[in-house]
């Protein structure tokens, strides 16, 4: 079963940057289709971004595309989420998740694997 393991959160001053990674053990991140979700303080846990397995076909929220970038980096089996232009209401636990069925849309909400999540924090 794979494992995953969220790191790179923090406290960030808003306008900056942070790069999330997702480090993945006991299977290849090139094998999932690979997710990003966030939860907020008092929200529901909503969808950022996602990769697909092989050919990395990538997914955003309408909302975000344009400042959110999802990647891999296979040799290091890591998937990423670069944030730039942070905002307040970008804090929030960030989760990565990796979905075993190869048949799912894209944009399917099913995922099998979740990590812990990474906390970011962005400061006025």
């Known amino acids: 079963q794979v494992q995953l393991a969220e790191s790179g959160g923090g406290l960030v001053q808003a306008g900056g940057s942070l790069r999330l990674s997702c480090a993945a053990s006991g299977g290849t991140v090139s094998s999932y289709t690979m997710g990003w979700f966030r939860q907020a303080p008092g929200k529901e846990r909503e969808f950022v971004a996602t990769?697909?397995?092989?050919?990395?076909?990538?997914l955003y929220a309408d909302s975000e595309k344009g400042r959110f970038l999802i990647f891999r980096d296979n040799a290091r089996n890591t998937v990423y989420l670069q944030i730039n232009s942070l905002k307040p209401e970008d804090t929030a636990v960030y989760y990565c998740?990796?979905?075993?069925?190869?048949?799912?849309?894209?944009?399917?909400?099913?995922?099998?694997?979740w990590g812990q999540g990474t906390q970011v924090t962005v400061s006025t």
């Open positions: 990769i697909s397995w092989g050919d990395g076909l990538r």
């Open positions: 998740a990796a979905r075993i069925n190869p048949y799912l849309p894209l944009g399917d909400p099913h995922y099998d694997t």
